[in-house]
Structure formats: structure tokens, C-alpha cells
Nanobody, 116 residues
């Protein structure tokens, strides 16, 4: 049984920074997986934020480019999301996702409210 547990969320002022972590437990080949972060703002659908492929390539949704950075520590089965220069529109529940075909795992989410 694979579990993903996010942490690091919390109330932050606009312009501030947070580092989210997502730790995987269970039988998963972490280094061979695609690692992603998604977010869901109040009243909106879940949206893609950032991903890292098994080769280390990264991709970001346009509004967070230059402010957010995805990284991982494969030995610790952990994926991070460093968020800088946070804006009120970044307010959302952030979810990590680990995909290793045919498996697709989600964490329970961590809340990030950004005050103006």
C-alpha cells in the first residue's frame, strides 16, 4: 500500500515563501516515477502546478513560473515544492501526485492560504 503525505502548508502573507513536502511510503519505485503538484482553489477544479519527470525535466503552469520550484530526494522518497513570492491567487489546497504506470497516487492535500 502506497501512501503520500504532504506537509508544510499554512497561512502566509503575500510575498512570503513556503516549502511543501510530500513523503511517499510503501512499495514504489520513486526514482522511476513522474512527480507532480496540483492545487485546488475554493470553488474551482483541481489544476496542474508543476511536474518533474523521471529524467529530471521540469514543467510549470505559467502563473507560477519563476516563483515555484519542484525538486525531489529520491533516497527519501520525498518531493518538494518551493513557493516564493506567494500571491493571494495561490491560495489553494496543494496535492502531490506520483505516477508510475499503471499506478497513480495522490496525497490528502495541504492547505495554503495566502493573505493580502
Amino acid at each position: 500500500q502506497v501512501q503520500l503525505v504532504e506537509s508544510g502548508g499554512g497561512l502566509v502573507q503575500a510575498g512570503g515563501s513556503l516549502r511543501l513536502s510530500c513523503i511517499a511510503s510503501g512499495s514504489i519505485i520513486f526514482s522511476g516515477s513522474t512527480l507532480s503538484w496540483y492545487r485546488q482553489a475554493p470553488g474551482k477544479e483541481r489544476e496542474f502546478v508543476a511536474l518533474m519527470t523521471r529524467s529530471g525535466s521540469t514543467n510549470y503552469v505559467s502563473p507560477v513560473k519563476g516563483r515555484f520550484t519542484i525538486s525531489s530526494d529520491n533516497a527519501k522518497k520525498t518531493v518538494f515544492l518551493q513557493m516564493n513570492s506567494l500571491k493571494p491567487e495561490d491560495t489553494a489546497v496543494y496535492y502531490c501526485n506520483v505516477r508510475n504506470y499503471p499506478h497513480n497516487y495522490w496525497g490528502q492535500g495541504t492547505q495554503v492560504p495566502v493573505s493580502s
